[in-house]
């Protein structure tokens, strides 16, 4: 009987090392090897929460940061976006862009600090896709669930509400962008006990965010420069315009704001900023230029 040999692309039998560590999750049916992932419902009363981010090489982060920061920012990014909508997230996507210079090994190492923060988030990896790239990149696709009607959106803030930060601002440039933590924890407790009107997170600078948040609210704010959470070693113009902080920058009712500073439950540092003005007011930014980080401007 003659014999025959199985044929594993070599795609294929890298894929499945990557992968090998991750974590299984109850409600993923079906997930990699199949075209498509296969989810139970996220249950009634809560909507499904989609997002997307993508870490490029030379513009997010150099080959240099190591392929353990790199795979962590990666992940980290996605989780800080469900932190400010106060949402649990539970499966990724991972697409990965593999230039041919660079050893299955050093990816391998990236997949492996992911699969560590998928087992430390109960995390399930449902899919994702493999390419060849000039430079390496990866971008993660998340989905979640949260409690029907709790995301405290952009557009809630009104004027008389207090703005607030958590942790310090500033440092990107020194490499805080490759070592912070999402404030998933404290983005899920102030979306549960409904005290954030509005919540996004800072990646691009409250320089450029806390006008987004603004925007959307169609509303001014005053900031307070004095009262800023400086990171070390950091000028109050750095901590406005430096980006990639992934604090949580949320806006409180006047009413709820002794509610807040006595109930907080973390260790995280919380800061109140300023307030939110009526829109016909000039915003008030004490004096610093608010330009924030600009993806097509630097």
Request: glycine share 10%.
């Amino acid at each position: 009987m003659a014999r025959t040999t199985k044929i594993i692309p070599s795609e294929d039998r890298r894929i499945a090392a990557w992968i090998k560590s991750w974590p299984k999750n109850s409600r993923l049916i079906t997930g990699p090897g199949d075209d498509c992932a296969l989810l139970h419902p996220a249950g009634r009363g809560r909507w499904l929460v989609l997002k997307t981010d993508a870490v490029v090489q030379d513009v997010h982060f150099k080959l240099s940061a190591g392929p353990a920061a790199i795979g962590t920012k990666a992940v980290h990014r996605v989780l800080s976006d469900f932190a400010a909508m106060g949402a649990r997230p539970e499966q990724l996507l991972i697409t990965v862009g593999c230039p041919l210079h660079l050893s299955p090994g050093f990816i391998q190492k990236c997949y492996s600090a992911m699969s560590r923060i998928a087992r430390r988030h109960g995390l399930g990896l449902a899919g994702g896709e493999t390419t060849r790239s000039r430079e390496l990149w990866f971008n993660i696709a998340a989905t979640g669930s949260v409690q029907a009607g709790r995301s405290p959106l952009r557009s809630g803030a009104r004027p008389g509400h207090v703005i607030y930060v958590t942790g310090s601002l500033g440092g990107a440039a020194a490499g805080r962008h490759l070592t912070f933590t999402p404030r998933l924890r404290e983005g899920l407790w102030l979306a549960e006990q409904r005290l954030a009107s509005a919540m996004m997170d800072l990646s691009d600078g409250l320089g450029k965010d806390l006008p987004r948040l603004a925007a959307a609210s169609r509303v001014s704010f005053a900031i307070e420069t004095a009262r800023l959470p400086l990171t070390r070693g950091c000028t109050a113009s750095q901590a406005i315009n430096d980006g990639e902080d992934y604090e949580l920058l949320f806006t409180v009712p006047a009413r709820l704001v002794v509610r807040l500073e006595k109930d907080w439950p973390f260790k995280t540092k919380l800061t109140a900023i300023g307030k939110i003005l009526p829109l016909r007011l000039n915003a008030q930014t004490g004096g610093v230029n608010f330009r924030g980080y600009d993806h097509f401007t630097r």
